[in-house]
């Protein structure tokens, strides 16, 4: 098998993962990298309408343990049920922003998330592997 065949295999929702970054480089090519993370996630939202893509808005997800208050984790999007999308707007990602990103995917069992900065001159979406989950 190709080298990138193999890594092909491994990559999650190839598809649907692909699709939604060219997205987010519509989106960035769009608005520049001088917006909100709210202008982004409105940008966003329109491009997932038009292209017929499934998604939730900053819908809170369910309790994880016994005592945990509501509306603890909210992400910015869910994808067809299946990706979890975290809209940023800052100079750097730092440590905080994929500890939070990990407890979205652990929190709703979720398998990939994505964290994209706005602010950067390139964008370079960072996919989050939740390692808990074995199969899809």
Sequence with gaps: MHANAANMNKVIYPELSYQVTGLLFKVHNELGRYRNEKQYADCLEEV????KIFYKREKALKRSFTGEKNNRNIPDFIIEDKIIIDAKAKRLITKDDYFQMKRYLVSCGKKLGIIVNFRQKYLTPRRVINSE???L
Excluded at 48 to 51: D, F, G, H, V
């Design 133 to 135: 989950i074995k199969n």
């Design 48 to 51: 997932l309408k038009e292209n």
